[in-house]
C-alpha cells in the first residue's frame, strides 16, 4: 500500500526540521564567553534573506566565562568594513533571556528580535551582534552576512 500524499508531505517536513542547522557565523571578538549556537527564524538559507517590514528572532547560546552584573547588547550593518550602529527594541542583556547576575561556567540562551525596517535599503550587508559585560567586554560577537530585500 502506498503511503498517503499527506503523510509523505508530514514525513518531509518532519525530516526538514530535524535537518535544520545552527547558522554558520563568524566570532568577532568574544572574549569574556564562548558562543556554543547562534540561530535566526526565519533563516532558512545563507545569507540570510531580511525582508523589510518584517522581525526576525535571534537566539545565541553562549557559556560565559566570568561574572558580571548585567549586559548590553550593541548590533551593527557592516558595510565596506564600516560599522552602522543598527537600533533594536531592547539592548538590555538582563531583560532578553539571560537571568542576571551572570555566573562564571553557566549557559545562557540570549533572545531578541531584529526589525528590519521598510526604509531601509536593499542591500547586501554583513551583520555584527555584539553582548557586552558590565566592564564593556565582549561575552559575545558574531557576524553573518545577510541580504535585506523587498
Known amino acids: 500500500m502506498a503511503p498517503s500524499p499527506l503523510a509523505l508531505l508530514l514525513a518531509l517536513g518532519a525530516a ?15 572574549k569574556d564567553g564562548s558562543i556554543q ?31 558580571s552584573q548585567g549586559s548590553k547588547a550593541r548590533v551593527y550593518g557592516e558595510m565596506l568594513h564600516v560599522d552602522i550602529p543598527f ?28 526589525p528590519v525596517k521598510s526604509e531601509y535599503p536593499s542591500i547586501k550587508l554583513i551583520v555584527k551582534w555584539e553582548l557586552v559585560d558590565d566592564q564593556d567586554q565582549m561575552l559575545f560577537c558574531w557576524k553573518i552576512p545577510v541580504q535585506i530585500t523587498s
Open 16 to 30: 526538514a526540521t530535524a535537518l535544520a542547522e545552527p547558522l554558520r557565523f563568524v566570532d568577532c571578538g568574544s
Open 87 to 114: 537600533p533594536i527594541p531592547e539592548p538590555d542583556g538582563c531583560k532578553s533571556g539571560i537571568q542576571c547576575p551572570i555566573q562564571k561556567g553557566h549557559s545562557y540562551s540570549y533572545l531578541n528580535k531584529l
Open 37 to 67: 549556537e547562534v540561530n535566526v527564524s526565519p533563516c532558512p538559507t545563507q545569507p540570510c534573506l531580511l525582508h523589510k517590514g518584517t522581525s526576525y528572532s535571534i537566539n545565541v547560546t553562549f557559556a560565559s566565562k566570568i561574572e
